[in-house]
C-alpha cells in the first residue's frame, strides 16, 4: 500500500503486482529496488535504504526531508504505529509514507495508505515523536 502512495495515481501497479515483485512480508530492501526499477522508467531520482542502526535523530530528519524537498521523492519508513499517538491502527511493524515536512524539519506529515477512507489517513508528528516511532522498531528507511 505505502509503494502505491509512493509510486502516484497514474499508472500504479496493483497491489498484487507489487506483492509478487517485493515479497511478502514486504521489506524496505525490496521496496527501494523495485521503485527504482520504476523510477527509471520515469527519469526520476533513485531510492536510497537506510538501516535503523546507522540513523540518528538528526540523520532520519534530513535523510526524510532531502527526500521531498531535495530529490522530489515520496520517503517510507518503518515505524511503531499506536492508535494513541494518532495512527488508524495498533502495529508493531507499519509502513507509512512522509507526504510533507516543515521547512525547518520541526514536523512531519505521514500518510497511513491503511486508514479508513473517512480519514484524511495524514499523522501529524515532531521530530521527537516520529523518532520514537521509528526507533522503536529496526525497519529502517527509504528517501
Do not use: C, K
Not at 486508514?115 to 501529524?124: F, Q
Amino acid at each position: 500500500m505505502a509503494l502505491s502512495v509512493a509510486l502516484g495515481a497514474a499508472n500504479v501497479p496493483t497491489e498484487a503486482t507489487v506483492t509478487n515483485a517485493i515479497g511478502r512480508p514486504a521489506n524496505l530492501i525490496n521496496a527501494a529496488e523495485y521503485l527504482n526499477r520504476w523510477n527509471v522508467i520515469r527519469a526520476r531520482s533513485h531510492y536510497v535504504f537506510r538501516t535503523r542502526q546507522s540513523q540518528t535523530q538528526t540523520t532520519m530528519q534530513w535523510n526524510l526531508s532531502d527526500g521531498i524537498m531535495r530529490y522530489n521523492l515520496i520517503p517510507i519508513l518503518g515505524v511503531r504505529a499506536r492508535i494513541a499517538n494518532g495512527y488508524p491502527l495498533n502495529s508493531d511493524a507499519h509502513a507509512v509514507v512522509v507526504r510533507y515536512v516543515l521547512s525547518d524539519r520541526s514536523m512531519f506529515g505521514l500518510r497511513d495508505p491503511w486508514a479508513p477512507n473517512n480519514a484524511a489517513g495524514i499523522v501529524d508528528r515532531n521530530t521527537a515523536q516520529l523518532w520514537g516511532d521509528f526507533s522503536a522498531i529496526n525497519g529502517g528507511l527509504i528517501f
